[in-house]
């Protein structure tokens, strides 16, 4: 591990979070303020999980591509002419030019804008203008078939774009299994096939001064419903919620009388399967390291956690509805009345997040501490944090 990771964040702080939770600290204000420790987190964390960089339904016929970036790796997904979707480095092997700026529809081939060398949607390099020579566009020295796109290792599972940028994470069915598990006890064995996007007012993008772990550290608990949430703990109470934490990459919490329906007016198609002694039950889980997800008998919602730097995130939010019935006009309404609610949760928590992030900065705050009861699922978070980190400072 480099000298400058090392001396940003030491072995003992790392330590010192997997304490028992009454008495452990919490990750040193560094994890949360420094660009070199954001870059360590991307290169010695990230980049060896599965972490979420886009949704394919953004890519809504053949042929489309569109460019992403995942805490500064230039990423391109694609859905070549068969419809498979897939994630390439968005640079061209020539000279390491961006290839793609904008998101759209290609009619023929990807084409670099410095020196004309075009790619297939298979990312196969297919055309090298003047490599030989003037006029000579192929040479018999320079073997295009080892000159393609450099493709991500990538899985979609609920319309959710992962990639292992390292190549060697255990198999994403493995790492998403114990959760498939879980709520094919709510959803029912083929739940996932059954959600369905509608583009029209079913996302959210909010941008928020804050490193990306407050916002998942947030999302894991409860806590702060009372405070935070005055109108969520009018239909999802403080006192109904119960902790999750399970195989050392999944946190958050449920609700046993989430009750948005009747608040809200929003009677929507529900997963047949959804047990009938359960429909007031939810569960909102923090899928480690970028990911949280909701689920309800209703509705369901993934929001990818996109970290742009070390003080700036952007929270992106798609909603799925339950069956081809619930895209209809009539449910139109029902649709808008659940993003706008869930609009008012997330908006609410930008001062708490953005307040964390701006006591990061003071010299009298060293980590902090937990609740014995309820941080339990925050302090499983940094758990996992500060495990990945031991490991990659003792390599």
């Known amino acids: ?65 569109k460019p992403v970036e995942f805490m500064g790796l ?12 897939q994630v390439f480095h968005n640079v061209c092997s020539h000279r390491g030019m961006r290839l793609v700026d904008q998101e759209g529809v290609i009619e023929g081939v990807i084409r670099c804008p410095y020196h004309s060398w075009s790619y297939d949607l298979n990312g196969q390099l297919k055309g090298t203008p003047h490599v030989g020579g003037i006029g000579q566009h192929k040479d018999e020295r320079f073997k295009c078939e ?37 709520w094919n006890g ?26 990306w772990k407050l916002t998942v550290e947030n999302y894991c608990e409860a806590y702060h419903l009372p405070w935070v949430h005055p ?17 050392d990459r999944f946190a ?6 989430y009750n948005l329906s009747d608040t809200a007016g929003t009677h929507l198609p529900k997963f047949p399967s959804w047990p009938t002694d359960k429909l007031r039950h939810a569960e909102y889980v923090a899928l480690f390291p970028n990911v949280l997800l909701g689920i309800q008998a209703d509705h369901v919602f993934a929001m990818m956690i996109d970290p742009i730097n070390a003080e700036k995130t952007i929270e992106k939010l798609r909603l799925y509805f339950v069956g081809d019935e619930s895209t209809q006009d009539i449910y ?34 060293g980590g902090g501490v937990f609740s014995p009861e309820m941080d339990l699922p925050t302090h499983f978070f940094q758990k996992w944090l500060a495990t990945q980190t031991k490991i990659a400072l003792e390599a």
Request: proline share 3%.
């Open 186 to 211: 709510f959803w029912g064995e083929d739940g996932l096939a059954q959600i369905r996007r509608v583009n029209m007012g079913g996302q959210l993008e909010i941008e928020v001064a804050t490193n």
């Open 146 to 182: 080892k000159h393609g796109l450099k493709a991500l290792r990538s899985a979609i599972w609920m319309d959710m774009v992962f990639v292992n940028i390292s190549g060697d994470a255990v198999a994403f069915e493995a790492h998403i299994a114990p959760l498939v598990e879980r």
């Open 252 to 257: 958050g919490q449920g609700s046993y009388k």
């Open 332 to 365: 139109a309404e029902c649709r808008a009345a659940t993003l706008a609610s869930w609009k008012v949760v997330f908006l609410e928590d930008i001062n708490a997040v953005e307040g964390m992030q701006k006591g990061r900065h003071s010299p009298g705050f």
């Open 1 to 65: 591990m480099s000298n400058v990771s090392q001396k940003l964040i030491s072995v003992q702080q790392a330590e010192n979070v997997l304490n028992p939770i009454h008495l452990a600290n919490g990750m040193p204000n560094v994890a949360y303020t420094n660009q070199d420790y954001f870059n360590f987190e991307r290169d010695q964390i990230m980049s060896k999980t599965w972490v979420c960089v886009g949704f394919a339904s953004d890519l809504a016929q053949n042929g489309s591509v």
């Open 74 to 85: 230039p990423l391109l997904m694609m859905r070549n002419r068969e419809g498979l979707v």
């Open 231 to 247: 109108a969520l703990n009018t239909y999802s109470k403080l006192e109904d919620h119960y902790n999750i934490l399970f195989d």
